[in-house]
Nanobody, 114 residues
Framework: VQLQASGGGLVQAGGSLRLSCEAS????????MGWYRQAPEKQRELVAT???????NYADSVKGRFTISRDNAKNTVYLQMNSLKPEDTAVYYC?????????WGQGTLVTVSS
């Protein structure tokens, strides 16, 4: 399974971005999908996850501002990010799970200026 993330960029504080991540390759059934992020000199952290049937989980720091969704027919997960803050600046990685294996995308950089 290969994951291709897109949608990152530079945005001012208070702005919005939408990230997308499409899975391709040999796909049987993708279960959980999610977004993680890693800021400079910090560990990678969970942002949001979504199960195949649409149940979601968010980090406290993004609740009410970010929305994760997915399109199972397109094997794609999205992350709508609103009210962005400078502390949201990080490389965002998507992850998917299939047959008990985790797959990671290459990351997309989100920079929020103050």
């Amino acid at each position: 399974v290969q994951l291709q993330a897109s949608g990152g960029g530079l945005v001012q504080a208070g702005g919005s971005l939408r990230l997308s991540c499409e899975a391709s390759g040999i796909i049987f059934r993708i279960n959980d999908m999610g977004w993680y992020r890693q800021a400079p000199e910090k560990q990678r952290e969970l942002v949001a996850t979504i199960t195949r049937d649409g149940s979601t989980n968010y980090a406290d720091s993004v609740k009410g501002r970010f929305t994760i969704s997915r399109d199972n027919a397109k094997n794609t997960v999205y992350l709508q990010m609103n009210s962005l803050k400078p502390e949201d600046t990080a490389v965002y990685y998507c992850k998917s799970q299939q047959l008990r294996s985790d797959y990671w995308g290459q990351g997309t950089l989100v920079t929020v200026s103050s």
